[in-house]
């Protein structure tokens, strides 16, 4: 009888695994601590942002390299180069001045607050479970990990309660999660509404395709590895095609002690 229990119960726990919407509720569970430890990490971030005409044809390219580093206790962005250039040297003494007023700005700000502040930026995250239906496709793997591919819809009538639910609710697509850590290793998705966002009116739409990937580092975290963004847009009354590309690399555990005793040296 005990076994029968016991498998019984190992049944169920094996059912509610293979629920979409169990996993991908787990997976906004633990997202969050994962973002506490990427928290700890610095890494180089260089955004391409390609401009084309209605045939395709690239017209503009720009691109940007910025350092993701930690200041006052929570990640920065610091732009090192534009366009594989390294910036002037009078760029880098208002990047420095701008970081130094973040450095004591933050430094005003209490732990407990900037806990507050960074669940805030993230409580859309919880409402996603709700906003769609989901449903398992045929499993993958990346990188020789094992993962789930769930295909996620948006809930009809479903109104979100914050400005990026509200627009994630028009966003339909898929999503990798990894089947060991749980976690978003890849998501695909386009928009099935227009979007709207910003002050000067940008509006994304019917179309538009977001591309994200994750990459496992150090066995403990998962970091940004790559975001690919097409869009068909409109800015006020123009209306442009861009292709935005975001890649992450040489990912770094932040060492606090080596940059105090950096500072003390220079000093």
């Known amino acids: 009888m005990r076994t029968a229990i016991v498998f ?4 169920l726990i094996c059912g509610a695994q293979q629920d979409p ?14 973002a506490e ?21 690239v017209e503009k390219v720009e691109s940007k390299t910025e350092e993701m580093t930690v200041v006052g206790g929570e990640q920065y962005r610091r732009l090192v180069a534009r366009n594989d250039k390294p910036i002037s040297a009078a760029e880098q003494k208002k990047e420095h001045e701008k970081q130094e007023r973040t450095a004591a700005e933050r430094a ?24 769609y239906n989901f449903k398992l ?3 993958d793997v ?9 295909e996620a819809t948006p809930k009809p009538g479903y109104k979100g309660t914050s400005s990026r639910m509200k627009m994630m609710s028009k966003l339909r697509g898929k ?9 978003w290793v890849k998501v695909d998705c386009e928009s099935i509404e227009p979007v709207s966002f910003g002050l000067f009116l940008a509006k994304l739409n019917p179309g538009a395709h977001i591309f994200f990937e994750q990459t496992r580092v ?12 097409q869009v068909d847009a409109r800015l006020l009354v123009a209306r442009k095609r861009i292709e935005i590309e975001q890649t992450s690399s040489n990912y770094k555990r932040f060492q606090v002690d080596s940059k105090i005793q950096a500072i003390a040296e220079k000093k």
């Open 21 to 34: 919407a169990a996993i991908v509720r787990k997976s906004v569970v633990l997202d969050k601590a994962n």
């Open 108 to 131: 005003k700000v209490s732990e407990a607050e900037k806990a507050k502040r960074r669940e805030r930026q993230r409580a859309f995250l919880d409402q996603i479970p709700e906003a």
């Open 137 to 139: 496709l045929q499993d």
């Open 8 to 11: 019984l119960g190992f049944c």
């Open 142 to 150: 990346i990188d020789g990990r094992p993962v789930w591919v769930i």
């Open 175 to 183: 999503l990798w999660i990894d089947k060991a850590d749980y976690l």
């Open 37 to 57: 430890r990427a928290r700890n990490y610095v890494w180089t971030q260089k955004t391409i942002e390609k401009n084309l005409d209605s045939a395709g044809k």
């Open 218 to 229: 150090n066995d403990e975290v998962w970091l940004p590895k790559r975001v690919l963004v």
